[in-house]
């Protein structure tokens, strides 16, 4: 199974990620999380991606395009499939992962894009709090530590992030929603997109899409899902 999972942030990609990743036994391939290990470990993208980030900077599509490639080079990490999560962010990466694809020949089985009402985004996000020292997330209401302030796993302090406030949060659905609409359109031309109801629990949006992967025989017909 080869996906690309979009949705704006609080659409809660990341947690159906986790799921899906259990049932299917795929890679889950998430841009920021390889940005952030391609900076720590200092490699020669990793500058390359620190310099825009210090200076609040947009990474070009080119060298997001570059890392991708790179990680896809390895074919172990992707020969059983993988979900890419925050990539492709533009048209011109959707296009260029194609190319990529093609060249490997794996081609896509879908893009799921993740609905979600704006009041649930900001419920969801304005919640969200995030550990210092591990990066692991809470939610004040859907997902709170046994010890208020304090991250289960590692015991680091847990903080709110800046901009997970009602005011910002609108302003980047207003920025999401304008950027995303050519990719939508690129993967529904294709009839590979799959518009998912996202404001509802993780695990029924995840049974739902397993239904879906059955029937159109991209599974087999013994996985199952888990909760029922």
């Given at each position: 199974?080869?996906?690309?999972l979009l949705g704006p942030p609080g659409a809660g990609k990341g947690t159906l990620a986790n799921l899906l990743k259990e049932d299917l036994k795929i890679?889950?391939?998430?841009?920021?999380?390889?940005?952030?290990?391609?900076?720590?470990?200092?490699?020669?993208?990793?500058?390359?991606?620190?310099?825009?980030?210090?200076?609040?900077?947009?990474?070009?599509?080119?060298?997001?395009?570059?890392?991708?490639?790179?990680?896809?080079?390895?074919?172990?990490?992707?020969?059983?499939?993988?979900?890419?999560?925050?990539?492709?962010?533009?048209?011109?990466?959707?296009?260029?992962?194609?190319?990529?694809?093609?060249?490997?020949?794996?081609?896509?089985?879908?893009?799921?894009?993740?609905?979600?009402?704006?009041?649930?985004?900001?419920?969801?996000?304005?919640?969200?709090?995030?550990?210092?020292?591990?990066?692991?997330?809470?939610?004040?209401?859907?997902?709170?530590?046994?010890?208020?302030?304090?991250?289960?796993?590692?015991?680091?302090?847990?903080?709110?992030?800046?901009?997970?406030?009602?005011?910002?949060?609108?302003?980047?659905?207003?920025?999401?929603?304008?950027?995303?609409?050519?990719?939508?359109?690129?993967y529904e031309r294709q009839k590979k997109l799959l518009r998912i109801n996202s404001n509802r629990d993780a695990l029924e949006v995840k049974n739902e899409?397993?239904?879906?992967?059955?029937?159109?025989?991209?599974?087999?017909?013994?996985?199952?899902?888990?909760?029922?």
């Amino acid at each position: 199974m080869r996906l690309v999972l979009l949705g704006p942030p609080g659409a809660g990609k990341g947690t159906l990620a986790n799921l899906l990743k259990e049932d299917l036994k795929i890679a889950h391939i998430s841009t920021g999380d390889i940005l952030r290990e391609e900076m720590k470990n200092q490699t020669l993208l990793g500058v390359e991606v620190k310099g825009f980030v210090e200076r609040g900077d947009l990474v070009p599509d080119e060298v997001v395009t570059k890392i991708i490639d790179q990680k896809f080079q390895n074919g172990g990490l992707v020969e059983k499939g993988f979900m890419l999560d925050g990539f492709p962010r533009t048209k011109a990466q959707s296009e260029d992962l194609d190319k990529i694809l093609s060249r490997i020949q794996k081609p896509l089985d879908y893009a799921l894009y993740f609905a979600v009402d704006l009041p649930v985004i900001i419920q969801r996000l304005t919640g969200r709090r995030v550990c210092r020292k591990c990066g692991a997330l809470f939610h004040a209401t859907n997902k709170p530590p046994k010890k208020n302030g304090i991250c289960d796993g590692c015991g680091g302090e847990l903080y709110q992030r800046p901009d997970d406030n009602e005011e910002t949060i609108k302003a980047r659905m207003d920025v999401y929603a304008n950027s995303t609409t050519p990719i939508i359109d690129y993967y529904e031309r294709q009839k590979k997109l799959l518009r998912i109801n996202s404001n509802r629990d993780a695990l029924e949006v995840k049974n739902e899409l397993m239904n879906i992967f059955r029937k159109d025989r991209k599974i087999d017909s013994h996985q199952v899902e888990r909760g029922n």
